[in-house]
């Protein structure tokens, strides 16, 4: 059940009728509504994978609040091992598990001793990572005493499985999104109205620019060694807007749907593409991931290498993004994407100026430096995604190596040359428009437009281009295999 | 020392870290009320603090604090 499928437009509907109609009462019925639906959601999917979200649900429940009722800070930390344990391990399992017997069996052949072993046939549970950082940030989060665990397990399993971020989030913490669920949703018209239009402009991400870019960028990385260097490059700049219209659009949707049931969650992207260096693009790519990872992975690691000084802070960022690349999946590529990552944090640390939040300009144009940066954390950031699009270690170098060749000066080979031409202008709409709207929630926040007929034609517009120009094919959200 | 002169003394350690002439901490400042203060720099201020300071947070502690008032506690604690 794909956001963008007429399957979901029509349980969102049948949803949004029962919950503000029928289960309005109280927050006790609606949290059964939306833990109900949640499911149903989810199990459209693949129904199996249901039990394992509510055994892990119902076990992290018990341990938040046993943590905060143990007495003594050995009891407290037994618990929290055992949540720990429990959310990593399941992950870990579900990720890694084949890949750690395929390597192990090719690390043995290397010395020519063939193992008889085997792998399972293992399909990952969609949105695993997401509602295991959801238990285990509520576990640390009790651990610390930042918050006090819940009695009520209707609302813990909304919060674990909370409809519609269960697939891929944004991932919200318990301190945020726990009070929500606590008391009950008034339907506010100006909230709901906001959350369409940035279903609007998610969709437009989505459908528009990030499943038109995947026609070419998959021709392209199929058939990148008959093809010259200019269209690699295009090839890499492309899949790089693809991947942010695509995770980005999703997270609109999501962001949309949950303001129209009168849930307030995590933005998850802030303009990315206008960050002037790297810790700058993080701050504003996957916000709640990365946020997470900051809180959860970074500090501690950055509290315990405190007496190291710079070469501290770049072990733990270094092994902060390599976590993050691997979280992706169990390939080398992940693994170099994350570590490249972090590699390209060492400047700003050796010249002192990773905490100096760069601000982007109030003015129309940006100054000629802001420029450079912008254009120079691009091209850093397109790199990388060519290991994260590629199939294999090998591919993505062969890849490199091609890019840089004197086939660069020539003119890239272009398929379906008017389709081309309207993906780019659509690339071009959706960057101008955020960044006019870029200290807004959404580029769709056009309240200040005073002439209603204006908003409408911008509306309609845009619902013109969706309907003209959407790819044929209406593929997977990329993040929903993580 | 009492809690009001190392509050006057984290507040200047504050200003040199993040950079800002303008920030007033109270006991219950809490890190939405500066706006430089997320969780990245909270570590280069926890390091300057224990320099300033010549004391040494465990981790939990680190982690644990909500607000100012709860930072000034912890230091009172070792040097008092």
């Known amino acids: ?482 | 020392m009492d809690k009001g002169e190392i509050l006057k003394t984290v507040n200047d350690v504050f200003i040199d870290v993040l950079d800002d002439e303008n920030i007033m901490l109270t006991y219950e400042t809490t890190a939405n009320d500066v706006e430089e203060w997320d969780s990245l720099n909270h570590i280069q201020l926890v390091v300057a603090i224990e320099k300033q300071f010549g004391i040494r947070f465990t981790s939990w502690e680190i982690q644990s604090w909500n607000k100012v008032g709860e930072l000034i506690n912890t230091i009172s604690n070792k040097i008092n």
């Not at chain 1, 590699?343 to 640390?349: A, R, V």
Request: net charge positive.
């Open chain 1, 1 to 482: 059940m794909l956001f963008t499928s007429i399957t979901f437009v029509i349980f969102f509907c049948l949803f949004f009728l029962l919950y503000w109609f029928v289960f309005n009462r109280n927050f006790k019925l609606q949290n059964l509504l939306l833990l109900a639906g949640g499911y149903v959601f989810y199990a459209w999917w693949d129904w199996r994978f249901l039990p394992l979200l509510i055994a892990s649900s119902s076990l992290n429940y018990f341990l938040g609040i046993g943590i905060y009722k143990a007495r003594q800070t050995k009891q407290r930390s037994l618990l929290l091992w055992i949540g720990l344990l429990q959310g990593l391990g399941t992950l870990l399992f579900f990720k890694y598990f084949n890949f750690f017997v395929k390597s192990t069996i090719s690390a043995f052949a290397t010395f020519n001793i063939r193992l008889d072993t085997y792998t399972l046939n293992i399909i990952l549970p969609l949105g695993i990572s997401f509602y295991t950082f959801r238990t285990i940030s509520y576990l640390l989060d009790i651990k610390h005493g930042k918050i006090k665990p819940t009695t009520d397990w209707v609302v813990f399993f909304c919060y674990v499985s909370v409809f519609p971020c269960v697939i891929s989030g944004p991932i919200d913490r318990p301190k945020t999104l726990i009070p929500q669920l606590t008391r009950r949703r008034v339907f506010d018209y100006a909230q709901a109205t906001d959350g369409m239009r940035q279903i609007l402009w998610g969709v437009f991400k989505k459908m528009v620019i990030a499943d038109n870019c995947a026609v070419f960028t998959d021709n392209i990385f199929e058939h990148y060694k008959t093809l010259p260097a200019s269209s690699l490059l295009f090839g890499a700049f492309l899949y790089t807007i693809q991947v942010y219209a695509d995770f980005s659009g999703y997270s609109d949707i999501a962001i949309g749907l949950s303001n129209i049931i009168g849930i307030k969650v995590t933005r998850n992207f802030n303009t990315p593409f206008f960050a002037q260096n790297i810790a700058d693009f993080w701050r504003r790519w996957h916000i709640s991931l990365t946020g997470w990872l900051t809180d959860y992975v970074f500090a501690p690691l950055t509290i315990y290498f405190r007496d190291l000084g710079k070469t501290g802070l770049i072990l733990a960022i270094v092994i902060n993004f390599t976590a993050i690349g691997i979280w992706h999946g169990p390939n080398w590529t992940f693994f170099l994407f994350g570590f490249l990552n972090g590699c390209y944090y060492i400047p700003l640390i050796l010249r002192g100026t990773l905490y100096k939040k760069k601000k982007i300009t109030d003015q129309l144009q940006p100054a000629l430096p802001a420029l450079l940066g912008v254009a120079g954390t691009f091209t850093l950031v397109m790199f990388t995604f060519i290991l994260f699009r590629a199939d294999s270690l090998a591919q993505a170098f062969d890849y490199y190596q091609r890019l840089f060749s004197r086939s660069m000066f020539t003119a890239p080979v272009i398929i379906e040359k008017v389709n081309t031409a309207a993906t780019l202008v659509c690339i071009v709409i959706m960057l101008a428009a955020e960044w006019l709207q870029r200290d807004k929630q959404h580029a769709l926040q056009i309240d200040f437009i005073k002439k209603s007929p204006v908003r409408v034609i911008i509306y309609y517009g845009l619902i013109l281009i969706i309907i003209t120009f959407t790819a044929t094919r209406n593929s997977d959200f990329i993040y929903f295999k993580f």
